[in-house]
């Protein structure tokens, strides 16, 4: 807000919908510049985090959800979207920049915002779509463009965080540091592969000649059976 001898000017208000890592860094962003923030997400266990960077936490009863071992969000039933989408509206409609970051591990990126959302904003507003690499949560947006519907501009360049290279690589580096470090004997200075550890459990996809990854190996085990089919069917 700024008070000024010609009037006083309200703050932006701003809606990010996805609190993960990209949506809490976009709640820190947008409050540091001043902004009103509010944010939405499907796991319920986020909302202390949206709080204590200053957000309110906006709450839309859409019935049981949770998020997954890796701390993605679960996928929602179509019914649940439905209402998910009419508790935002009027969210959107009273927002003048939307962040979008919802993301699904493994799958399309949901559809939240609508093409009848959009046209309810006002003329002037900003849609960023995060998710659009993985195919977008926003109707209308298109990879690598920024379209205008009715007024509302929507952002979908791809690859935001290599647009601040340098801090993008120093927060990738230090991943990669922070894990080579947590599994490095200091003392045999050899690499200890602890597969019993959780992290490692989480990352490590093939050992001693076999896919180990629970998720990959569902994934390989279907496509062999699909082989399989295919092979009955060519011979027949």
């Known amino acids: 807000m700024m008070m000024t001898a010609a009037g006083t000017i309200s703050p932006a208000r701003v809606f990010v919908i996805g609190a993960g890592v990209a949506g809490l860094q976009a709640i820190a962003t947008a ?3 001043g902004a009103r923030v509010e944010a939405f997400d499907t796991r319920p266990v986020v909302e202390e985090q949206v709080k204590s960077l200053g957000a309110r936490f906006v709450k839309i009863a859409i019935g049981e959800t949770g998020q997954t071992n890796e701390g993605y969000a679960q996928p929602l039933t179509p019914e649940q979207l ?3 989408r009419q508790g935002m509206k009027q969210v959107c409609a009273e927002s003048d920049v939307v962040i979008t970051t919802a993301q699904v591990f493994g799958r399309k990126a949901p559809v939240i915002v609508t093409a009848d959302m959009v046209e309810a904003m006002k003329p002037g507003s900003v849609i960023v779509d995060l998710a659009i690499e993985s195919g977008g949560n926003v109707e209308g947006a298109v ?5 205008e519907r009715n007024g509302v501009k929507i952002i ?9 290279p340098i801090h993008s690589s120093q927060v990738y580096s230090t991943n990669l540091v922070n894990f ?3 599994f490095w004997d200091r003392d045999e200075k050899r690499f200890v592969l602890r597969l019993e550890d959780e992290i490692i459990r989480g990352s490590l996809l093939t050992h001693a000649g076999e896919i180990c990854h629970p998720e990959f190996k569902e994934l390989s085990a279907r496509e062999i059976n699909s082989c399989k089919h295919l092979e009955t069917v060519t011979a027949a």
């Open 143 to 147: 990879l690598g463009k920024v379209v």
């Open 180 to 182: 080579l470090e947590e």
């Open 31 to 33: 409050k540091r510049l």
């Open 82 to 84: 439905e209402r998910q």
């Open 156 to 164: 979908g360049f791809p690859n935001l965080p290599g647009r601040v």
